[in-house]
């Protein structure tokens, strides 16, 4: 790895399953070095991927088949920020659609339990309008969806 600084996240024995489909799934992504365990482990044996070298939208992760002592939380999200109401569906149908489970206000976990934001622009111009109760009124449209609707976000924010 180049950076100084990288983002390792526990897996449960798929580290290179959810690298092939964040690398597929995301622009700016791709799988790296894929390093096979030198001896048998707690939760693997010699010869199993151990750790794999990826990038999600050119953010330097290092994913860790640790076994199944420990599990994602929504303490740590990537935060996607989209462009249009089609990019925003692309990506939330892609992570719920393989597996994935939907949550409140465009969070999404995939199926290894990783939690996304799939977050339009339009959403976050919409609740820090300098007119407070524009971004009220957007704010409180967002507090009942799922995945984002751009139409209904715009249509709250002007009244």
């Known amino acids: 790895m ?3 600084n990288t983002i390792c996240l ?3 024995g798929a580290a290179l399953d959810a690298a092939n489909f964040y690398a597929k799934t995301f622009p700016d992504s791709s799988v790296g070095a894929v390093h096979r365990a ?6 693997g ?3 199993d991927v151990l750790t794999v070298e990826f990038t999600v939208m050119g953010i330097p992760c290092l994913g860790l088949n640790g076994g199944s002592a420990f599990k994602h939380s929504q303490a740590f999200s990537f935060q996607v920020a989209t462009d249009d109401q089609a990019e925003t569906d692309r990506l939330w149908n892609a992570i719920v659609g393989n597996g994935g489970q ?3 206000c465009g969070w999404c976990q995939d ?3 990783l939690s996304w934001q799939i ?4 959403l976050t111009a919409a609740y820090t309008d300098p007119d407070r109760a524009a971004a009220k009124r957007a704010f409180e449209a967002m507090m009942g969806m799922t995945k984002i609707d751009i139409a209904a976000i ?3 924010r002007r009244g």
């Open 2 to 4: 180049v950076s100084k």
């Open 38 to 43: 030198p001896g048998d482990y707690p939760d």
């Open 119 to 122: 977050t339009p622009r339009a």
């Open 154 to 156: 715009e249509a709250a």
């Open 10 to 12: 526990w897996y449960d």
């Open 111 to 113: 199926k290894w339990g």
């Open 102 to 104: 939907e949550n409140a």
């Open 45 to 47: 044996r010699e010869g």
